[in-house]
């Protein structure tokens, strides 16, 4: 980091052209001179310049002028130093990880969308501890409470659709999972992120059981329905091998939504990639961590490197002057 602490002394060097066109225009007008009958009496004196040693003075001059500018004006190199002091909260992402999730009403399908933009969401945090819960028939830990978000998105690129043995919609049994990682952590804020793309139907827990619950350790839930209105193209595996038809969309609506306004939430419908990232997006900006930034600067002086090479030119010039450069009579 650069700058110049009294940068007005700047100006002066407006004047420089006007000193280079004086001097070009008027200066040489004003030495003193002497009038001879006949010029071959100079050739005899060692002191006869060159025409190119009228100029070297009045440019190392100027030189001096420009470096004592930027010495006055005092030149400085920064070192800044930033210390972040941040509340993060607890954030659990609960992920739908059914066969009904291969449907590609989301490309390439709904998991790998919700996957990017999962992944999208947990780099855009700051100091906030995520973990990622998967489900389906039943649920699983896929990653605890981390800082680590490296790590983290790893585990969410790892994310399979589920194996047939453990196919369905455990909801409640999901949330009760997120729960359990989160009511140790009074206190602080704490959100589960819920995204699903059907009706709970297997688990031994009801979804507004587990909201119940949620709201009693002030854990807030918010839900993603996932899919589009309707029907929705879903691959099956036939004798003429993989073929896409239609199948009928069955997000249960009517429990997301009470599990949200229950718990102080929000329940939100995803139609496509996009839609789903900007409620992403609506949801971070709703759960932001209050942080605070204070930047410190340690700047060094820099006029000493150019007030002494002018001190320089000067010295040098009076050098030249009273040597090489020495005027005769």
Do not use: H
């Amino acid at each position: 980091m650069f700058r110049f602490e009294d940068p007005w002394w700047l100006i002066l060097l407006a004047g420089i052209p006007f000193l280079v066109w004086w001097y070009a225009r008027k200066g040489r007008r004003r030495q003193a001179s002497l009038r001879f009958s006949t010029l071959k009496v100079l050739s005899t004196l060692t002191g006869a310049k060159s025409s190119w040693n009228q100029y070297l003075t009045f440019t190392v001059r100027v030189g001096a002028v420009l470096l004592l500018t930027l010495a006055l004006a005092r030149p400085q190199m920064g070192n800044a130093e930033r210390e972040i002091s941040a509340e993060g909260i607890d954030i659990m992402l609960v992920l739908d990880i059914s066969s009904s999730m291969r449907a590609v009403d989301f490309k390439p399908n709904r998991l790998e969308a919700a996957k990017r933009v999962a992944g999208d969401f947990v780099k855009d945090r700051i100091s906030d501890r995520i973990g990622l819960v998967v489900f389906a028939g039943e649920s699983f830990l896929q990653c605890p409470l981390t800082i680590d978000y490296d790590v983290l998105t790893n585990f969410i690129k790892q994310v399979e659709i589920i194996d047939e043995r453990y196919d369905g919609t455990a909801i409640g049994m999901a949330l009760a999972n997120a729960i359990n990682r989160l009511r140790d952590t009074p206190g602080k804020e704490s959100v589960i992120i819920l995204l699903s793309d059907g009706r709970n139907n297997a688990g031994e827990l009801d979804p507004l059981t587990a909201a119940n619950l949620a709201k009693t350790y002030g854990i807030k839930v918010y839900t993603i329905g996932a899919g589009k209105e309707g029907e929705a193209l879903y691959p099956f595996d036939t004798q003429f091998g993989q073929r896409l038809m239609p199948v009928r969309v069955d997000i249960d609506e009517k429990s997301l939504r009470e599990i949200a306004e229950m718990t102080g939430g929000k329940y939100f419908r995803a139609e496509d990639e996009q839609s789903l990232a900007t409620i992403y997006q609506e949801i971070s900006q709703m759960e932001k961590t209050q942080y605070q930034v204070k930047e410190y600067t340690n700047w060094r002086e820099l006029f000493p490197w150019f007030l002494l090479p002018a001190f320089g030119l000067l010295l040098g010039e009076r050098i030249l002057e009273a040597t090489v450069l020495r005027r005769v009579p």
